[in-house]
């Protein structure tokens, strides 16, 4: 999908999109790490492209747990506030514009980022 998040161009690919058993389209994202994320970006980011490129309304979504072989509970995706998401991409943006790269470390994010020999955080440690 291709879209545009406060005025960034974003392309990506939703992971999955289904149908409840009322014929309600919803979106997943597929997630082979043990963390459920605190917050649905990723779903919100699939809602909207969805809706932006298909015309196709999503009000939820859920992550499949891959190593639990389980979906979460359902996600109502309206929680989650557009311009919030907009803002996000637009400070974002101008950040990585700007040269500004902000480490997000975790023992989830860490173990697998390919620049951790260079990064001040994961030095540290």
Known sequence: METEIGGVRVLGYIDLVLEDFEGTPFVRDLKTGTKTPHLPVQLK??????????GVEADWGDYYMAKDGQPTDPIDLGSFSEPLLER????????????IYMPNPSSDNCWSCPVKHHCPVYRSN
């Open 45 to 54: 980011v699939y809602q909207r492209g969805l809706r932006d490129v298909l």
């Open 88 to 99: 996000w991409f637009t400070d974002m943006d101008q950040a990585e514009r700007a040269g």
